[in-house]
């Protein structure tokens, strides 16, 4: 008898359902491992969490830097020729400081001397007349040496000390009468001379301008004076210093002398443009840290705290920066900061 086989079922072998079975429960396994250590990374994915730190370095804070100045100076004032004819013979040069009771220049070879009096002089002087100038004629007769009497009225002893102070300058002359022809008159005991107007052998009128006075450095102010740090600055040109007050003037006479005389202030003269530059400094140094910009946090203004090494916030205050570095003062020392800490606490 003879069996005849039907047509073949559809499905997998024997073979292919035991490998089927073994991946399902594989898949399982690995399913059930990640929820039971949801948050469990494998090491080689696991970055170690470090703090980094920098050492900071205590220093000594100057604040030097140049800054501009405007120099202040006087008013020029021209000294005025007494009388006409030719300049004989010259003592003027520009910056030589002329004092009164000197020889400015002589005209017709006769002496024209300088004279300041502490009231102005508008007359000539003769025996007999009083008033202010006559008191000052005798004041500075006196100061100069010559013993003119205390009196408001011009009498024979001040033509005596008029006539002895003429006759040791070369100029000869009736002495009872001050012709005003005779003096260059001053605006202060000593003036400095900025530039002479006349040479030997020019003639001159009754007015003429001879030189000029004045024009002398009397102050120096900062520009600006908002950028420097607290606390009390010196400038310094050469080797000399000057205290800048609050307000960032200059007065020192010393000072202002050394500056007058450098090349920089008579470039600054001849055309009176932009200012001078001088080097300024802290008077006193501040204690101060040098450390890295990526230390401060909760920065306003020139304010910021920073994370000390032993995890203490402390306060700072921006004084300047300086090779990558900012420059600080800390309320607390400081050894080693934290660099760009994390989640920090407050430090004010």
């Known amino acids: 008898m003879v069996v005849k086989k039907g047509p073949r079922a559809w499905g997998f072998p024997r073979g292919g359902l035991v490998g089927l079975a073994a991946a399902v429960l594989v898949s399982c396994g690995f399913l059930l491992g990640l929820l039971a250590y949801p948050d469990v990374a494998p090491a080689s994915l696991t970055a170690a969490a470090t703090v980094r730190t920098a050492g900071v370095a205590a220093i000594d804070f100057t604040d030097e830097r140049s800054l501009a100045f405007s120099p202040q100076v006087e008013p020029l004032a021209p000294l005025a020729s007494p009388r006409s004819g030719v300049v004989t013979s010259s003592a003027c040069a520009p910056g030589k400081d002329l004092a009164s009771g000197e020889v400015l220049f002589t005209i017709d070879s006769e002496p024209v001397v300088a004279l300041w009096t502490a009231y102005p002089l508008f007359r000539d002087i003769g025996l007999g007349l009083q008033g202010a100038d006559v008191s000052a004629v005798g004041d500075e007769l006196r100061r100069l040496g010559y013993g003119a009497p205390e009196s408001a009225v011009w009498n024979a002893g001040s033509a005596q000390a008029?006539?002895?102070?003429?006759?040791?300058?070369?100029?000869?002359?009736?002495?009872?009468?001050?012709?005003?022809?005779?003096?260059?008159?001053?605006?202060?005991?000593?003036?400095?001379?900025?530039?002479?107007?006349?040479?030997v052998r020019g003639r001159v009128g009754t007015g003429d301008v001879l030189a000029l006075s004045g024009g002398g450095l009397t102050g120096l102010t900062a520009v600006q004076t908002e950028t420097l740090a607290a606390g009390g600055h010196s400038a310094s040109y050469g080797a000399v210093t000057a205290p800048l007050s609050p307000e960032g003037l200059i007065v020192d006479a010393a000072f202002l002398s050394e500056v007058a005389a450098g090349p920089e202030f008579k470039t600054w003269q001849a055309g009176q443009e932009g200012g001078l530059a001088l080097k300024v400094a802290l008077t006193e140094p501040a204690p101060a840290f040098a450390l890295p910009p990526s230390a401060l946090y909760a920065l306003t203004a020139d304010r910021a705290c920073v994370l000390a090494g032993d995890?203490?916030?402390?306060?700072?205050?921006?004084?300047?920066?300086?090779?990558?570095?900012?420059?600080?003062a800390a309320a607390a020392p400081l050894a080693e900061v934290v660099l760009a800490p994390t989640d920090p606490p407050p430090c004010r």
């Open 311 to 328: 995890g203490q916030a402390v306060a700072v205050t921006l004084l300047s920066s300086s090779l990558g570095n900012s420059i600080v």
């Open 162 to 199: 008029l006539a002895a102070f003429l006759q040791d300058r070369g100029a000869g002359g009736p002495g009872t009468v001050l012709a005003l022809d005779r003096f260059v008159l001053l605006s202060a005991e000593t003036v400095r001379l900025s530039s002479c107007s006349v040479e």
